[in-house]
T-cell receptor, first 111, second 111 residues
Framework: LAKTTQPPSMEAYEGQEVNVSCSHT???????IYWYRQVPHQGPQFIIQ???DYVVNEVASLFISADRKLSTLSLPWVSLRDAAVYYC????????????FGLGTTLQVQP | EAAVTQSPRNKVAVTGGKVTLSCNQT?????MYWYRQDTGHGLRLIHY???????EKGDIPDGYKASRPSQENFSLILELATPSQTSVYFC??????????FGPGTRLTVL
């Protein structure tokens, strides 16, 4: 399983766009990139997943570098509700659903 | 969206006692998971299941047993609870690769 590296914390103001980076230098060709977030006193919630290039959904967008060693989760127009821990997870479809969570990135949002 | 519920939400147990944490999901997912979350460790996988009657060991199974009597229910059992098992426990379910739906968590304190 590839190891991921994320900044431990970030700060932003409401209305800003926030980009959370994740380094996965040893990612294998069979591995995908998943992002989850966890607000206090709740379980993690799936945000987005991708394999290469650019993925977007109603919540966020995900940019993956051409060599797939770096991914960036982009949150447009953050609000106080986006304050959470954001987890980048890299794993293979052959691993049948097992997720390995690191410590993630704690995003603080100021009004 | 998948609904995952856990009971109890809070539990205080004594050392050496038996504790059962219950999880129920209503979206007919095949896979279910139990994690624990401790400060400084993120979420760690204890046991998981691919369907009724099956249980598999996760990354930290020692001191825990699991039971999957039906598609909907997945229990985590601590036969002889110890203070080191004080933690927040999350149950999750899912079918699509790695998109897991988490419950609200159970806070367990072992005195």
């Amino acid at each position: 399983l590839a190891k991921t590296t994320q900044p431990p914390s970030m700060e932003a103001y409401e209305g800003q766009e926030v980009n959370v980076s994740c380094s996965h230098t040893n990612i294998a060709t069979s591995e995908y990139i998943y992002w989850y977030r966890q607000v206090p006193h709740q379980g993690p919630q799936f945000i987005i997943q991708g394999y290469k290039d650019y993925v977007v959904n109603e919540v966020a967008s995900l940019f993956i570098s051409a060599d797939r060693k770096l991914s960036t989760l982009s949150l447009p127009w953050v609000s106080l509700r986006d304050a959470a821990v954001y987890y980048c997870i890299v794993t293979s479809t052959g691993n049948t659903g097992k997720l390995i969570f690191g410590l993630g990135t704690t995003l603080q949002v100021q009004p | 969206e998948a609904a995952v519920t856990q009971s109890p939400r809070n539990k205080v147990a004594v050392t050496g006692g038996k504790v059962t944490l219950s999880c129920n999901q209503t979206n007919n997912h095949n896979n279910m998971y139990w994690y624990r979350q401790d400060t400084g460790h993120g979420l760690r996988l204890i046991h998981y299941s691919y369907g009724a009657g099956s249980t598999e060991k996760g990354d930290i199974p020692d001191g825990y047993k699991a039971s999957r009597p039906s598609q909907e229910n997945f229990s985590l059992i601590l036969e002889l609870a110890t203070p080191s098992q004080t933690s927040v426990y999350f149950c999750a379910s899912g079918d699509a690769y790695y998109e897991q739906y988490f419950g609200p968590g159970t806070r367990l304190t072992v005195l």
